[in-house]
């Protein structure tokens, strides 16, 4: 196993990365991730943050492994503007924190993904600062991935690593939708 309690971090706290940036692939390095670490039979958990709870790709492909659990607790695209949009968002995202915060102190996983969280912050749905208090709570073997663009700075400040993803090119931009299998 990969936890604390086998061996993982014996001389050092578990890192916190932020995943960020406008391009693609921030969820996808959680999932990798979480899907690796899981094989090793170390519990993880993804908890998405704006992800509607539908049955998409990555959902169904979570369910098949061992020791891994996602968990999502959105409304869906962010449309601040529709009537009573943010509202409905601002309750998702107090509950999927809440739910986040007894996870994490919970001790039962080796890593836990906070999908989506940067942009949940960067909306307003949950504040930097519940973040920041949350990584200087963390158990000290927990590792977290906290991801999603615009991730706020006090939280790349507080993490151990920062990765952006950028886009070069991507067949969005000519118009292609998003494909089964690829995007979702």
């Keep these: 196993k990969l936890s604390n309690r086998g061996g993982r971090y014996r001389d050092s706290v578990a890192p916190v990365e932020v995943i960020t940036g ?20 170390t519990p993880c958990a993804i908890l998405q943050f704006i992800k509607s709870p539908h049955a998409y790709g990555e959902v ?17 695209f962010l449309d601040m ?38 942009i949940a912050t960067h909306y307003g749905l949950i504040s930097a600062s519940q973040v920041k208090e949350m990584l200087d ?5 927990l590792q977290l991935l906290l991801s999603g663009r615009s991730a706020h700075p006090e939280i790349m400040e507080a993490a151990t690593a ?19 299998g690829i995007e979702f």
């Design 22 to 41: 406008d391009g693609k692939g921030k969820t996808t390095y959680c999932l990798g991730k979480a899907a690796l670490i899981s094989c090793f039979e």
């Design 60 to 76: 169904k492909a979570i369910n098949k492994f061992p020791n891994l659990r996602i968990n999502t607790m959105g409304e869906g």
């Design 81 to 118: 503007d529709e009537k009573g949009g943010k509202q409905k968002h601002l309750n998702a995202a107090a509950l999927a924190w809440e739910i986040a915060a007894k996870e994490i102190s919970s001790h039962k996983y080796g890593l836990v993904a906070l999908d989506e969280i940067n």
């Design 137 to 141: 709570k963390k158990p000290e073997d």
């Design 162 to 180: 920062v990765i952006e993803m950028k886009e070069i090119k991507h067949p969005f931009s000519k118009g292609v939708k998003a494909r089964k």
